[in-house]
Nanobody
Framework: QVQLVESGGGLVQAGGSLRLSCAAS????????MGWFRQAPGKEREFIAR????????YHADSVKGRFTISRDYAKNTVYLQMNSLKPEDTAVYYC?????????????????????WGQGTQVTVSS
């Protein structure tokens, strides 16, 4: 059974930093990509970043580029989201997700339907 367990969320002041972790288990992820999405109240789930498990290649949404960085520890089966220069508008529930890395277009990979597995989410609140 695949499990994605997020941790590291919390309350932080604007300008601060947090690092989210996602521990993955239950299958081999070598042909998968891992992603982070977020969802604020009343808004749709928004793509944040994606990393291909085997190669480590990444891309980030324009809204977080230069502030957030996705990475992975291959040995620990863990994906991270380092978030710096946080803003109040970054407040949301952050979700870790996993989906196939092959045969997926760039545009489709930024949509929730491209992913098969989801974590339970972790709350990030940025105060002004």
């Amino acid at each position: 059974q695949v499990q994605l367990v997020e941790s590291g969320g919390g309350l932080v002041q604007a300008g601060g930093s947090l690092r989210l972790s996602c521990a993955a288990s239950g299958r081999t992820f070598s042909r998968y990509a891992m992603g982070w999405f977020r969802q604020a109240p009343g808004k749709e789930r928004e793509f944040i970043a994606r990393i291909t498990w085997s190669t480590g290649s990444t891309y980030h949404a324009d809204s977080v580029k230069g502030r957030f960085t996705i990475s992975r520890d291959y040995a620990k089966n863990t994906v991270y989201l380092q978030m710096n220069s946080l803003k109040p508008e970054d407040t949301a529930v952050y979700y870790c997700t996993a989906g196939r890395s092959e045969g997926i277009t760039y545009g489709y990979s930024r949509t929730p339907t491209a992913y098969d597995y989801w974590g339970q989410g972790t709350q990030v609140t940025v105060s002004s």
